[in-house]
């Protein structure tokens, strides 16, 4: 049972580089997001996904981009990559988005930005 | 804004001690509000929730004590164990609002 797939698992990038995290998952989940995990700050959600097709904005959404063309896959896009934009990402999906159901996080990915 | 307030940001328990960690919210429309648990590395993972209609939720060593008046909620974990020594998340979230909103979180050491 894979789960909750995200690739890479650490990643470089310099300042104004794009890059792609990309997560899969196999429990046929509508539901599926993105956070990032920043010392003090717990997880933000960046964007957020009910459905193959349909996106929308999180809290923190400037400087990132998603697409959902499937049901098992949610990509996560960074534009032109900024120091701020160093940090944890997790994907993360659920059967629904509502009460009782529970969310599946990936083991995450660590960005670092130069 | 900071939906859900979480407090301490750190917290060190003897082994055999009791942990507690609180959350605040303000949004009346949250509808579920679970705790996840997290180990170095790893993506957080669900340990226990709670529904608004219930004051209390206890699942072996870990409890929920939810007070709706006050808009608080708090996980205790009886018997604190070295392998409890993670972060934990307290979270919020309504139905129709289709996002999940976390605390700061909690790192809890349990020194053996």
């Known amino acids: 049972n894979a789960g909750v797939t995200q690739t890479p698992k650490f990643q470089v990038l310099k300042t104004g580089q794009s890059m792609t995290l990309q997560c899969a998952q196999d429990?046929?989940?509508?539901?599926m997001s993105w956070y990032r995990q920043d010392p003090g700050m717990g997880l933000r959600l960046i964007h957020y996904s009910v459905g193959a097709g349909i996106t929308d904005q999180g809290e923190v959404p400037n400087g990132y981009n998603v697409s959902r063309s499937t049901t098992e896959d949610f990509p996560l896009r960074l534009l032109s990559a900024a120091p701020s934009q160093t940090s944890v990402y997790f994907c993360?999906?659920?059967?629904?988005?509502?009460?009782?159901?529970?969310?599946?996080f990936g083991e995450g990915s660590w960005l670092t930005v130069v | 804004q900071q939906q859900v307030k979480q407090s301490p940001q750190s917290l060190i328990v003897q082994k055999g001690g009791i942990s507690i960690i609180n959350c605040a919210y303000e949004?009346?429309?949250?509808?579920?509000f679970p705790w996840y648990q997290q180990f170095p590395g790893k993506g957080p993972a669900l340990l226990i929730a709670?529904?608004?209609?219930?004051s209390e939720k206890k699942e072996g060593r870990f409890t929920i004590s939810f007070n709706k008046s006050a808009k608080q909620f708090s996980l205790h974990i009886m018997d604190s164990q070295p392998g409890d020594s993670a972060t934990y998340f307290c979270a919020a979230l309504n139905t129709g609002g289709f996002k999940t909103i976390f605390g700061a979180g909690t790192r809890l050491f349990v020194k053996a």
């Open positions: 429990m046929n989940h509508e539901y």
């Open positions: 993360a999906s659920s059967y629904s988005h509502s009460s009782g159901n529970t969310i599946y």
């Open positions: 949004n009346t429309a949250f509808d579920y």
């Open positions: 709670i529904r608004p209609d219930v």
